[in-house]
């Protein structure tokens, strides 16, 4: 089948499923096609919309967060690096059992 491919990207394939959901509604009963809806087909959409958005927020959720922790990760380093300094001014540079 040549000429029935399945889109690749997102985009193509919601309007693809959007021109199904259409067909159903408006030819589905008639061709005695029982086994979806097309409101059934229409709910689905928008529920893997929805779904789509909050894979989306957490994405940039995750992004935020990463980049909170770097920064957190360079300003613990810069005060364990600085404490050691003051540390090693008070009490030497070297181990000591004392």
């Known amino acids: 089948m040549?000429?029935?491919?399945?889109?690749?990207?997102?985009?193509?394939?919601?309007?693809?499923?959007?021109?199904m959901a259409r067909g159903l509604q408006a030819e589905g009963a008639g061709l005695?096609?029982?086994?979806?809806?097309?409101?059934?087909?229409q709910a689905l959409i928008v529920a893997?919309?929805?779904a789509q958005g909050a894979v989306q927020r957490a994405k940039?959720?995750?992004?935020?967060?990463?980049?909170a922790l770097q920064a957190a990760d360079a300003a613990a380093t810069v005060f364990i690096t600085?404490?050691?300094?003051?540390?090693?001014?008070h009490l030497g540079d070297r181990w000591s059992m004392a």
Do not use: C, W
Not at 2 to 19: Q, Y
Not at 60 to 67: L, N, R
Not at 82 to 89: H, R
């Open 2 to 19: 040549k000429g029935n491919r399945i889109p690749k990207d997102e985009s193509s394939v919601l309007a693809l499923a959007e021109s």
């Open 32 to 41: 005695g096609i029982t086994g979806v809806s097309g409101p059934a087909m």
């Open 48 to 50: 893997y919309r929805a």
């Open 60 to 67: 940039q959720t995750k992004h935020e967060a990463k980049q």
């Open 82 to 89: 600085n404490a050691k300094k003051a540390l090693t001014f």
